[in-house]
């Protein structure tokens, strides 16, 4: 399978789900700025919204899209991995409401700030938005749990990590303490590590052939 990703963006949460299950899908870079892919191909024949990431299964011509869908899927296809709950049970759907938080409360609230495309209300709004949004992760936090949901690691870990934008975003979350010691129980993750690795690896290579 191939799976395409942007650099420093939510696709991140899929590679680190791949990673855990230790799956090896083709990385492939689309830069978001100049539009190109690392094997040439045309990104909008893939997804027509431009976005990462995207998944093209063996055998499939349509690429899977969306965050959530596609670490849900990998994560639903290896239940041995523990990443996700099982379809049809409670823990499911407290799963999915979790992973809609992050998708529309954070991930889409950060996207406007970065780019820099707001008036100052709109950056307030955001920004108290994402600051109410980190504060529920935060607090859900307090009890002492490792993860989100627990003990265990899931896809709403990879997405709130891959989707942890606030520098860029100018959203200070200093005072959010329980949340920086969950980010760094992730960041010392293999399955994270060698996520960041292969994307550095694959843009430098990407930047290495627009260059030649
Ligand atoms: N609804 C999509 C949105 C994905 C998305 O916003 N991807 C960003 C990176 S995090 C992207 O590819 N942006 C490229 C662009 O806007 O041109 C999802 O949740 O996966």
Redesign the pocket.
């Known amino acids: 399978m191939k799976l395409y990703i ?1 650099q420093a ?3 991140l949460a899929a590679q680190a789900i791949a990673n855990e299950i230790g799956l090896t899908p083709e990385l492939v870079h ?1 830069d ?1 700025f100049g539009k190109s892919t690392t094997d040439g191909t045309t990104f909008s024949d893939v997804n027509s ?5 995207a998944l093209v299964l063996d055998g499939e011509k349509e690429a899977l ?4 869908t596609i670490t849900s899927y990998l994560a639903d296809q290896h239940p041995e991995a523990n990443l996700i709950p099982k379809h049809g049970t409670l823990e499911r759907a407290r799963m999915d409401q979790l992973l809609t938080f992050i ?1 529309t409360e954070i ?2 609230k950060h ?1 406007p700030l970065m780019r820099k495309l707001m008036t100052p209300e709109g950056i307030e709004f955001h920004t108290n938005k994402l600051l109410t949004a980190y504060g529920v992760l935060d607090k859900q936090l307090a009890d002492g749990r490792s993860y989100l949901t627990g003990e265990q690691f899931t896809v709403a870990d990879a997405y709130v990590w891959a ?1 942890l934008w606030h520098k860029r975003s100018g959203v200070n979350l200093d005072h959010l303490k329980n949340l920086a010691a969950y980010i760094a129980r992730i960041e010392a993750r293999p399955a994270v590590q060698k996520a960041l690795k292969d994307e550095a690896e694959l843009v430098a290579l990407h930047k290495e052939r627009l260059a030649a």
């Open positions: 942007a963006t939510c696709s689309f978001v919204l431009l976005y990462v990431p899209t969306e965050t959530i998708a991930a889409q996207i989707t």
